[in-house]
C-alpha cells in the first residue's frame, strides 16, 4: 500500500536518501583500522574479594559491592587486612562489570613484582550491577554517593600502617570516570581525598543520547560545578578517548573542556598516546595491553618516594602525564633532569662537516662521539634533524658550548626528542640554541645489536610542503598531488583548510626506492595542533598506503594552526602525496556527530503527516493515506525510515457495532494503568498502554479484511445487509454502525498515532530495562523519569483507542487540533534534537488535542 501511494520520484529520493545512510553506517562501524591492541593475561588466577562495608550502608545500597582484585600468593596475603599498599579505585561504566579491573590490576602486580613489591598498588573495584547508566540518569547520583563511602572504606583498611595513605586514585571507564567527577559535586565530600583521576572512554561533554531529564541535570551539575570552581579544583584529571574504533562514544566528547585557568586536565585518544599508537574500542580499552602498560608506567612513576603513596605535586603528577600520555622523549621519567651531563673522556671523537650523515652501527666495541660544528651550518641552514633507530633510555644527543672539537660537559638535548615506533628523533631551530657550538650524537659500545644514525642540515623551507585539501563537494572526483622530490629525512605537508568535523580526506603515499636491498620503514603521524588526537600510520617502502582524515574536535575560531602530515622518510626513496575527499567518510561523520538527533527528526516527520490528516478529515470529511501525508506535509527530504509497520498485523474479527466513545471497562482500564505505573514503573505502564492500543488497531485491521472479504463472496447479501443496517432509526436505542470505508478512515489515523506512540515508548525502554534488571532490589522505579508523562498518556491513549474519525467530524477543536502539529514538528527539532527525552512532550500535546476533540 505505500509503495503505491508514492510516486517514482520521491521513491527514487528516499532510496538514494537510505542508501548514503547505509554508506554513513557503515563507515561508523566499519570504516576503521583493524585492532591493533594485544590481549592482557592473567599469569595467576584472578580472585575478587569482596570488602565488607557496614550494615547500614550495605542496606542502602543492597545492589552495589566493593571489591579487592588479587592473584595467587598476593590474593592470599591480602585476605587477612590491613592493606599496605597504594589505593587505586576502579570504576565500572555503563552495563560495565567490576570483574574489567584484573587487566590494569595484573598488569600492576606484575610490574611491582619486578621492582620486589618496593612498591606496589591494591586495585579496588565497585560493582554497579551492570546498570545502565547511559540509558537511564536515574541512579548516577547514587552511584556516585556509594562511590564516596567505598572511598572512606578503602581508607579504613590502611589505618595504623607505617605509610598509610590519605587518598585514593581513580580510573574510571565511560560513565564511571562522570561518576568519580561528580564526586566533587557532593557537599560532605572532601577533594583531598582524590589525589588521581583517569577516565577512558568516558563522555564528559555530553551525554551519548540524552533519553531522561536526570542524565542531563547530572551532566549540568558536573559540568558547571568543574567551570566555575575549576581555579579551587586541584585535581590531577587525564581523559583518554579510544579513537574511530569506539563508534559508542566519538572522541570529541571525551575532552575535557579547556579552561586557561585550569591547567591540571589533560584529554588525549589513544591513537596519540606514546609505546600505545592504537585506536580502541569501547569495550578493549580496559584491557588494551599497549594502554594499559602506559598506564600502569605512569603510576609507578607518580610514587613519592618519602611517603611510599602517589605524590601530592601537581606539577609532577602533570609532568609525569605528560611524558608518557602526551610527548615521551625515549627515556625514562625525571622530576628534576639534568640538563648539563659529563661526557665519557674517550679518544674517539669524530668530526662530522658534511650536511647529510649516516652512519651504521654493529657491534661496536668503543664508545664514539660524532660532532657538527654549527658555525658554518647556521649560515645556510635553518633547522637539524637526527634520528636513531636504537630505541635506548639513554641520552644520545647533545650540545656543546663554545667547543673547538670536543667537550668535558654538554646541553642533554635528548630530553627534546620524541619517540616514535621505530625510531626517536630530534628537530631543532638552529636560532633558539645560538650558545651551541657543535652537535654531539653519540653512540655507545654495543655487541649483537645493529642500529642507524641519521642526521641532517635544512631549510625549513623545501621541507614544509603546503597542500591545500580538495572541496567538500567534490566527491572524490578530483585530487591534489605534491611530490617529494628531494632524498630528506623529514618533511612537513601542510594541510590547509583542514578544521572542520565534517571535512574527511583519504590521503595515498605512494614511495618509489632505487637500489635498496633491505626492508626500509616510514612513518606518516598525522598532527592536530589543536587537540591531541595525532595518528600514526607505519609503512614497509616502496610501497603504495592509503590513509584517512578526519577529525574528532573542529579546530577553535581563535587558534591558527594548521594540520601536519609528519613524514619520517628515506633519503633512497622518492615520495608522491594525493589527497582527495572522501564522500562516504564524510557521510560517517554526519552519522558519527549528528545521527543521535534522528529519532527527533523521524518523530517530527510524523507529526507533519499526523497533522495533515487531521485537516484532511476536517476539510474533507476523510482521512488520507498516511504515506501520501508524508510526501505531501513532511516533504521528501525528511524520511521516515519506520513506515506503517503495525498495518500487517492481521487476525479474524468483525466490525464494531457502534461508534461509542468511552466502553464499559475503559474507566477501570485506565484507572489499573495509572496504578501499575505509579506502583511500578512508568515506562512499564506506556509499553501496556502501547499493547493495547495495538490491540486496538489490530482488531480493526482483522475486521476490514473480513468485511472485504465477505463482501467479495457474497456482494448480495452484503448490500441487503447495509440495507436493514440503514433502517435502524432510533439511535439512542441502536447506536450508528460503523461501515468499511469509515472503519478504514479510522484506521489510517490510528497507525499514525501508533507509530507516534512507538517512538514514546522507544524513548522510554532505557528506564523499563533498568527497572526490569532490578526487580530483585526493589519493585519500584525511585526516581522515575516517565511517570508524570504516564499519569497523562494513558488516559489520552485510553481515549484515543476508542476513537474512530466519524465521531470526531464535527469537532469545534478540529481545525485547531490539525494546525499545532507544524510548530510541535518544529520544536521537537529545535529542542528535541539535542535533549531526546523531550520528544514525548511534544508528541503528547497533538495527542491530547485529539482526544479532546471527542468532548468539544
Known sequence: ????????????????????????????????EENKCSMSYMFEYPEFQKIELPKKLAKRYPSYELYLYGEGSYAEEHKILPLSGIPV?????????????????????RKAEDIDFKYHFDFFSVNFNEELVALYGGSLQKQTKFVHECIKAILKLYKGQEFAPKSVAIIGHSMGGLVARALLTLKNFKQDLLNLLITQATPHVAPVMPLDRFITDFYMTVNNYWILNA????LTTLSVAGGFRDYQVRSGLTFLPKLSHHTSALSVVSSAVPKTWVSTDHLSIVWCKQLQLTTIRAFFDLIDADTKQITQNPKKKLSVL??????HPAKHFEEKPAIISDLTVTPLWVPVKVSKWTYVAYNESDKIYFTFPLANHRKIYTHAYCQSTMLDTNSWIFGCINS?????QGVDLSWKAELLPTIKSLTLRLQDYPSLSHLVVYVPSIHGSKFVVDCEFFKRETRSIQLPVTHLFSFGLSSRKVKLNTSGLFYNIELLNFGQIYQAFQVNIDSKCSGVKEEITSIY??????SYEDSLTIAQVPSSTEISLKLHVAQPDNDSHVALLKMYTSSDCQYEVTIKTSFPQILGQVVRFHGGALPAYVVSSILLAYGG??????????????????DKEAKPYKVDPFVIMIKFLLGP????????????????????????????????????????YVFKIVHLQASVTNFKNSQTVNPKHSRRSDKRCSQHKDAAAHPPRLSASEAEDSLRMHTTVATLLAWVVLLCVPSLIYWFKNLRYYFKLNPDPCKPLAFILIPTMAILGNTYNVSIKSSKLLKTTSQFPLPLAIGVIAFGSTHLYRVPCFVFIPLALHALCNFM
Open 1 to 32: 500500500m505505500f509503495l503505491h501511494s508514492v510516486n517514482l520520484g520521491n521513491l527514487a529520493f528516499y532510496a538514494f536518501m537510505v542508501g548514503m545512510a547505509t554508506l554513513g553506517l557503515w563507515d561508523v562501524f566499519f570504516g576503521f
Open 525 to 530: 603521524k598525522l598532527h592536530i595542533p589543536w
Open 231 to 234: 581555579r579551587h579544583i586541584n
Open 322 to 327: 605528560n611524558h608518557h600520555f602526551i610527548r
Open 89 to 109: 579505585l576502579f570504576l565500572p561504566g555503563n552495563a560495565g562489570s567490576y570483574k574489567q579491573v584484573r587487566s590494569i590490576g595484573s598488569i600492576a602486580l
Open 404 to 408: 673547538t672539537s670536543m667537550c668535558q
Open 613 to 630: 490528516q487531521l485537516y484532511s478529515l476536517f476539510s474533507a470529511g476523510h482521512c488520507l493515506e498516511y504515506a501520501t501525508m508524508l
Open 653 to 692: 474479527s468483525e466490525l464494531p457495532k457502534d461508534i461509542k466513545m468511552l466502553s464499559p471497562d475503559l474507566p477501570l482500564l485506565t484507572v489499573v494503568l495509572i496504578i501499575i505505573s505509579w506502583a511500578t514503573c512508568g515506562a512499564f505502564a506506556i509499553l501496556l498502554t502501547y499493547l493495547y
